[in-house]
């Protein structure tokens, strides 16, 4: 099994900016590509970015140009990096994890995170 732990939502004002860790634990050798999804209030979970164990990344509408993702494998963590933060990215977010990119991006990927919350107002 696969343990995955967000850490770094909270409160932040438009414009504003926050990182979101996830560190993995337990059977990494299960896992190669990492992901973050959110999901609002009312609104289906959708992918925000990607990144394989090699660094390649992907990122998804609509929080791309505003966010970066990158890994560091010693630490086996995820990061996501997001900047110029609207209202409509207030959302729980989630990271996942799975050796398959493509299970991944189908948001059907075996380990998730609990998931941190972003809340952005004034």
């Known amino acids: 099994q696969v343990q995955l732990v967000e850490s770094g939502g909270g409160l932040v004002q438009p414009g504003g900016s926050l990182r979101l860790s996830c560190t993995a634990s337990?059977?990494?050798?299960?896992?190669?590509?990492m992901a973050w999804f959110r999901q609002a209030p009312g609104k289906q979970r959708e992918l925000v970015a990607t990144?394989?164990?090699?660094?390649?990344?992907n990122y998804a509408e609509p929080m791309k140009g505003r966010t970066a993702i990158s890994r560091d494998n010693a630490k086996n963590t995820v990061y996501l990096q997001m900047n110029s933060l609207k209202p409509e990215d207030t959302a729980v977010y989630y990271c996942?994890?799975?050796?398959?990119?493509?299970?991944?991006?189908?948001?059907?990927?075996?380990?998730w995170g609990q998931g941190t919350q972003v809340t952005v107002s004034s």
């Open positions: 996942t994890a799975d050796r398959n990119l493509g299970a991944l991006l189908a948001g059907a990927a075996n380990y």
């Open positions: 990144i394989t164990r090699l660094g390649t990344t």
């Open positions: 337990g059977s990494i050798f299960r896992i190669s590509a």
